[in-house]
């Protein structure tokens, strides 16, 4: 019990401490900030309003994170990994956290950072972190991969978790590996080429091992 309120209490601190400095910092930034970078590192510039929007995200989708296991039809389930559960929380909001600061810091001091390489080294961790994180992570309908064969199989959904993880644990390794000496254009093709197969093999392999589990029965029938 105490592990789990200090879960909750550490995912909430994370979740709420981009509000409190967005707001201590909001009367001292410049009218205008940097808000987006695109993949050749060009910057555009937007109201310091939508750094409190941007901060705001986290509680969000810290109250997201509590709600959905008690609305998931499958909520048993989430006992089974709510230990993963509980560590995705805490890492999300984590992330979120570094996003705002790096967001912070270039609005007071332009340029300090390489945004694209410190972006590209959130990804490559965040990715790694969800790679270990698929195989754990039992059937529902929020989390996941979530296709007519893996929510009506367990063996199925299993496989298919185990595929994703190991096929997002090796891009956020390609993207670590490289964020320092490849050019941000050519890990944005990586991540997101490697996000496509990672959604798309697995999704092609659940309809086929479905379709093998489900002719099984029959195979058996026939031969007695």
Not at 16 to 37: D, Q, S, T, Y
Not at 55 to 83: E, G, T, V
């Amino acid at each position: 019990m105490k592990n789990k309120r200090g879960i909750i209490a550490a995912t909430w601190i994370l979740a709420v401490l981009p509000v409190v400095l967005c707001l201590a910092a909001f009367p001292f930034l410049p009218e205008r900030i940097p808000m987006h970078w695109d993949v050749n590192g060009t910057v555009s510039y937007q109201g310091k309003g939508g750094l409190l929007g941007m901060a705001a995200l986290s509680p969000l989708l810290a109250a997201m994170l509590f709600a959905l296991p008690k609305i998931d039809p499958k909520k048993n389930n989430y006992r089974r990994f709510s230990k993963y559960y509980s560590f995705f929380g805490i890492f999300l909001m984590a992330f979120l956290l570094a996003c705002d600061l790096l967001v912070l810091s270039e609005s007071f001091f332009p340029g300090r950072i390489s945004v694209g390489t410190a972006v590209q080294a959130l990804v490559g961790v965040l990715f790694v972190f969800l790679g270990n994180m698929m195989p754990k992570i039992k059937s529902n309908f929020f989390m996941g991969l979530k296709n007519p064969w893996t929510l009506s199989s367990p063996d199925v959904w299993n496989r298919a978790h185990r595929l994703a993880g190991a096929l997002l644990f090796l891009t956020g390794l390609a993207v670590l590996l490289t964020c320092f000496w490849l050019p941000p254009a050519f890990a944005f093709w990586l991540v997101g080429g490697m996000t496509v197969l990672t959604v798309l093999v697995p999704t092609v392999l659940s309809y086929v091992w479905y379709q093998r589990l489900s002719r099984q029965p029959n195979e058996k029938e026939e031969e007695n």
